[in-house]
């Protein structure tokens, strides 16, 4: 167990929630650039093993990234710092303007925060490339698997390009005599990872039970949320139509009241699923308020949480065989050409509508790649340019 503890932890990913703007993406590119380039907490392909497992479980990647993190730096306790750090920030400022007490920043700073996502993403891009496609096959299967997501912008069709990525390591790359792995210490054994996976199938399938035979709004909440957390794949952007489905018709939200939220959602710093505080604050039937915004919030993460931990132990021994590193060495090579594609869409196309963004762009990028500012300065910065400047979004 690491020395760090789970104060240090919660300080560290407070920072990242309150700096980490531009969405999942650009998150996975502040985590790399503070937990592989800076603390050294562990190596390139580690991280891009952690990458690729969270894209394959249900809910929304960064953030389970984090609770990996933090629950092979700190055990339980560090998972539960790294989630409550990084989503906090967020989620009270989503409290807050459901309860109508937001203050909306110049529309010209968050534009250049989305100009600082650039920079991150293109950072992490180049960085994790020069580790993990060190050859032409590697180069190909990261080229093919940005072509793949581009032509398949789906959360299946990012499945299915790592599956073929899977597949082309051990037809292209071969077994490896000796791999070495970038060691993990994973605080979790098989057992007790079968049991938080057991947990969340039950709670999967035993909560909306439990709504029809307690037909209790709090419960209600719970399934709802729990079971919209369970069922999206790709991040925080998918979960939309799943929440509304279970909020709207039943008249939870107003419809113009749940797009009203999701679009401050999406001007704040860290995971974009606490706009499910912003919907649980805003329910017109008993609990709302702070209390309902917190029910939503831990429900609609609870699943996160129990398949990160249940499947970290297994991860961990897969990382060991010597056949499943050449199918993991294809997994690394296309989770590069993910970033590389979401660093074009929506990255990019989002963020760069003209020379004044390309100009701010490189700005930012040579401050981290060159003068090795701290990526937390440099949003802080882009922000500011984009203030001054008067920037506009697309």
């Known amino acids: 167990m690491s020395a760090d503890g789970p104060w240090t932890v919660f300080r560290i990913f407070l920072r990242l929630g309150l700096t980490s703007f531009g969405g999942p993406v650009a998150h996975l590119g502040y985590f790399r650039s503070e937990f592989v380039t800076r603390r050294g907490w562990l190596g390139e392909r580690a991280y891009a093993d952690l990458v690729a497992l969270c894209q394959f479980l249900p809910g929304p990647a960064s953030s389970q990234v984090g609770m990996a993190l933090g629950l092979t730096r700190a055990g339980y306790a560090g998972a539960l710092a790294a989630w409550a750090g990084f989503t906090l920030p967020s989620a009270l400022l989503m409290i807050l303007f459901a309860q109508g007490l937001s203050h909306a920043a110049p529309l010209g700073a968050l534009h250049g925060l989305k100009v600082a996502a650039v920079a991150v993403v293109a950072q992490a891009v180049w960085g994790m490339a020069r580790t993990l496609c060190a050859d032409g096959r590697r180069v190909g299967i990261m080229v093919a698997a940005a072509c793949g997501t581009l032509a398949v912008p789906s959360a299946w069709g990012q499945v299915g390009v790592i599956l073929a990525a899977a597949g082309a390591g051990l037809v292209l790359l071969g077994t490896p005599a000796a791999c070495p792995t970038d060691p ?18 039950i709670l999967l399938a035993g909560l909306p039970l439990l709504a029809h035979v307690l037909p209790n709004h709090g419960v209600a909440m719970i399934d709802a949320f729990f079971r919209a957390g369970s069922l999206v794949f790709g991040g925080g952007h998918v979960v939309l139509p799943l929440l509304r489905a279970e909020v709207v018709p039943l008249g939870w939200v107003g419809d113009d009241r749940f797009l009203a ?24 039937t008993p609990p709302g308020g702070w209390v309902g915004g917190v029910i939503c919030l831990l429900a609609v993460f609870a ?80 922000g500011c340019a984009g203030w001054l400047g008067s920037y506009t979004f697309a």
Not at 188 to 200: D, E, I, M, P
Not at 264 to 272: H, K, M, R, V
Not at 351 to 359: L, Q
């Open 184 to 201: 993990v210490a994973v605080p979790v054994g098989r057992r007790t990872g079968a049991l938080w996976l057991a947990v969340f199938l």
């Open 261 to 284: 939220g999701y679009g401050a959602a999406q001007a704040l710093p860290g995971p974009l699923l606490t706009f499910a505080a912003f919907l649980g604050a805003s329910m017109t």
């Open 303 to 382: 699943p996160s949480f129990l398949l990160v931990a249940g499947a970290l132990p297994f991860w961990q021994a897969l990382r060991g065989n010597r056949r499943a590193q050449a199918g993991l060495a294809g997994i690394n090579a296309a989770v590069v050409g993910l970033l590389l594609a979401a660093l074009y869409h929506p990255v990019w196309t989002g963020g760069v509508t003209g020379p004044p963004d390309f100009a701010l762009a490189v700005v930012a990028l040579a401050a981290l790649t060159v003068w090795r500012l701290p990526p937390w300065l440099v949003v802080a910065g882009c």
